[in-house]
């Protein structure tokens, strides 16, 4: 039986321009950050709204611990 390494499995990260959120509505990619609060487990929520369309959106984002 053949063995799979992790050399074998490509590593799937997209190019710096293309990451980061987008719009679905629209495409753009700017954003304002309607308000912000704390949320259980150190993680933060913010809703978000689109600047072109003004869709929004929720993100949860993991806060970076100081060293």
């Not at 799979?4 to 495409?27: K, N, Y």
């Not at 949320?39 to 600047?51: H, N, P, S, Y």
């Amino acid at each position: 039986m053949p063995t799979l390494t992790t050399d074998s499995v490509p590593q799937i990260t997209p190019p710096a321009d293309q990451r980061g959120l987008v719009c679905r509505q629209c495409g753009c990619r700017h954003f304002r950050v309607i308000y912000t609060r704390p949320a259980w487990g150190g993680r933060l929520v913010r809703r978000r709204e689109c600047r072109h369309c003004g869709r929004r959106m929720t993100t949860w984002e993991k806060s970076g611990s100081p060293t």
